[in-house]
């Protein structure tokens, strides 16, 4: 396009002014881009103050501050006639139509104080399109207020009483307030519908097969009149958003049952609910939730090799933990976290039997040792084969 020209131009002309040995360029402003540590690329979703948060591809959102060295390259706007350069006497310069905007894709080079020494306009990456009719770039017809879109995991898609509804196809973005909405073509005529990420959630009816649940049944969302598009590329995100801002939320899930609940206090576990003092036990092959509650007034480590190979929904605060043979979570004091999982099935063998699974789990901080009050024991029954009923 030819406002990218025009600023490619105008950076070329003052990368050559920058090395050179004298000139009222450097009188101005003195352009350090080559101590960068690190570049960053993507698109800003918010500014305020003196900071940018830049979502990258991977979804990640980082705060980057800007000081009055940084250099700003802005994008030339619609109706301007051609790039402006401004600069004051040891401030960073700013070229183009600054200031920079929610929606803008850019490029930061950081410095090494953790600020941004440069920030430059740079051009939306090329979409992933596979098969859903949009186009590369920003040339055509774009979803209205779409930046980004991610392809899959294409998991099936059903209603929260069990109807299916399509298949997963990606995530779309919409730049002005940061929301996901979750792509699913739909299972009887192929159109698109999008959903808040919010009203989705996935879950596990049977070991390894994962799937996508809409938070609301079957005849709730035929009486909703979700908005449907022949292709992705004919979405317009402000529908979307103006559709979901006048519906009623959806109807809430019932809690599920939490199945144990362990109480972490004076650095002991106390299981005050599915099991005894020394553990507990689950069954193979059922869905279970397990309740950790940190009453201690110190962090504490829940692990087991459990959770090693074992998916897993998490609800509250909690920092994943890995040790070199199990897995599990950091609980800050007061912080209570529920964990939805289906207990594992043993592998059958050579004869076709399945055996009881037997392990433990303990705090990686205070339990580590044989003796220690932070650990238990968790048996996972079998109810058929040698180790069943």
Known sequence: ??????????VAAFAFAATATAGPFEDKAQVTVSGAEYMLNGHIVKVEGNAYWIRKASGDVVRVAVTEGTHLICPTRPGSKEAKFESKP???FQIGDC????GDTVKVEMSDLGSASLVRFDAPPTSETVNLGLPQGWDGYMPNGVLTFK????????????????????TLTDTIIGAEYGLIELEADGQMMAVPSTEMRQEWPELNKPRVALLINKNKLEAMHLPAFS???QISIPQLRDFWAKTAPPEPLAKSEVDVVISISEKAFQITKGGT???????????????LRNEDHVAHEFVSTLFRDVPFRISGNATAVKTARASGFRIDPGQTITIEFNAPVSKPDQYGNTVSIYDVFWC??????????????????????????
């Open 90 to 92: 040891g401030a960073g």
């Open 99 to 102: 200031p920079f905007v929610p």
């Open 277 to 291: 003092a020394r553990g507990f036990a689950l069954m193979a092959g059922m869905p279970t939730v397990l309740q």
């Open 1 to 10: 396009m030819r406002y990218i020209g025009v600023i490619s131009g105008v």
């Open 151 to 170: 392809t899959g995991p294409r998991y099936p898609v059903y209603t929260r009483d069990g109807h299916p509804v399509g298949r997963l196809a990606g």
């Open 364 to 389: 990686n901080i205070h339990g580590k040792e044989h003796g220690q009050k932070m650990r238990g024991e968790l048996a996972i029954i079998e109810t058929t084969g040698i180790g069943g009923g």
């Open 231 to 233: 292709a992705a590329n």
